[in-house]
């Protein structure tokens, strides 16, 4: 699907859907995209989580409600989903900064959250270099953790300090391995990936990877194939990570919607990583995504 179709087919099915119980996976089978995707490219493009965007529309519709309707506050917060009336005052008074009742006496201003309506603006000219390379399956192995797409990009950061300072501050500070751990971040290069995977329960499942060549898998420690496909590759230059962010910033906002010949496949990307120096100013790195065809 043309990514700007399925942005747009992603807020029509949303908005036809404000008074039911909807999930992440619901949309995205509504518009045939994988959950990390569409995710990451809907709050690239928009500024908005789909979560955070459903409930902003809510509270919104909740307030004209209100104030046009005698329907009881209950009803009403029934109506958008809400399973108890403290729940919804809570949520409606955080955003409205007023109670469901001083909007209703009109005491104070509701705030307006209209439904989005998605344009591409096409400026400057810079054509973003990219090539497409048919890849064998690739099979990784490393430590695993799951974020929130909200939070993913300060998260992460710190989920490779993490790592770093348990398992291999002292391998890369030159000590010879000495755990399974340690041996296994040698052995196969961890570090080298991270890789980020739709878990398809509404966040991502990330990995900090490098190739597995068989053997045991150390404790704590996932494995997880790529398939053979193809993949659209985006070299990166400049320091960690605030490079790789903007590049994939700009794969969602500028190559996606202006691509005629590639669109999204599979569940799973790769960031690839050269080197350790990654606040280097020409720090190489690079974003894998698979793409099929249209």
């Known amino acids: 699907m043309e990514w700007l179709s399925c942005i747009r087919k992603t807020i029509d099915f949303m908005e036809s859907h404000l008074h039911d119980e909807i999930s992440v996976q619901?949309?995205?089978?509504?518009?045939?995209?994988?959950?990390m995707f569409l995710q990451k490219?809907?709050?690239?493009?928009?500024?908005?989580?789909?979560?955070?965007?459903?409930?902003?529309?809510?509270?919104?519709?909740a307030a004209i409600d209100l104030i046009?309707?005698?329907?009881?506050?209950?009803?009403?917060?029934?109506?958008?989903?809400?399973?108890?009336?403290?729940?919804?005052?809570?949520?409606?008074?955080?955003?409205?900064?007023?109670?469901?009742?001083q909007i209703r006496s009109k005491e104070a201003p509701i705030k307006t959250f209209l439904p989005l309506r998605i344009?591409?603006?096409?400026?400057?000219?810079?054509?973003m270099d990219y090539r497409v390379l048919s890849k064998a399956g690739l099979k990784v192995i490393g430590f695993e953790k799951s974020f929130?797409?909200?939070t993913c990009n300060e998260e992460i950061p710190k989920f490779w300090d993490e790592m770093f300072e348990t398992y291999a501050k002292n391998v890369v500070m030159g000590g010879e391995?000495?755990?399974?751990?340690?041996?296994?971040?040698?052995?196969c290069n961890i570090?080298?990936?991270?890789?980020?995977?739709?878990?398809?329960?509404?966040?991502?499942?990330?990995l900090i990877a490098g190739d597995y060549h068989g053997g045991e898998i150390p404790e704590g420690m996932s494995l997880f194939e790529f398939p053979e496909g193809d993949w659209a590759i985006f070299d990166c230059y400049g320091p960690m990570p605030k490079?790789?962010?903007?590049?994939?910033?700009?794969?969602?906002?500028?190559?996606?919607?202006?691509?005629?010949?590639?669109?999204?496949?599979?569940?799973?990307?790769?960031?690839?990583?050269?080197?350790?120096?990654?606040?280097?100013?020409?720090?190489?790195?690079?974003?894998?995504?698979?793409?099929?065809?249209?």
């Not at 490219?41 to 519709?61: A, D």
């Not at 344009?119 to 054509?127: A, D, M, T, V």
């Open 26 to 35: 619901d949309v995205s089978d509504a518009v045939n995209v994988s959950q």
């Open 191 to 206: 570090g080298e990936y991270g890789i980020c995977i739709d878990d398809e329960q509404g966040s991502m499942r990330y």
């Open 148 to 150: 929130s797409m909200d």
């Open 119 to 127: 344009n591409i603006s096409i400026s400057g000219g810079y054509i």
């Open 68 to 101: 046009s309707t005698d329907d009881k506050i209950i009803d009403i917060a029934y109506s958008y989903m809400y399973e108890t009336p403290e729940s919804f005052t809570k949520a409606f008074s955080r955003f409205h900064r007023a109670s469901p009742s």
């Open 243 to 294: 490079a790789i962010q903007n590049i994939t910033d700009r794969i969602f906002n500028e190559w996606l919607p202006g691509n005629p010949d590639y669109e999204l496949a599979g569940n799973a990307s790769v960031e690839w990583y050269e080197g350790t120096n990654k606040l280097d100013p020409d720090y190489h790195s690079a974003v894998w995504i698979p793409v099929r065809k249209k």
């Open 41 to 61: 490219g809907f709050s690239i493009m928009t500024g908005y989580g789909i979560g955070e965007y459903l409930r902003n529309r809510r509270l919104y519709e």
């Open 177 to 187: 391995p000495v755990t399974p751990h340690e041996k296994a971040i040698v052995d």
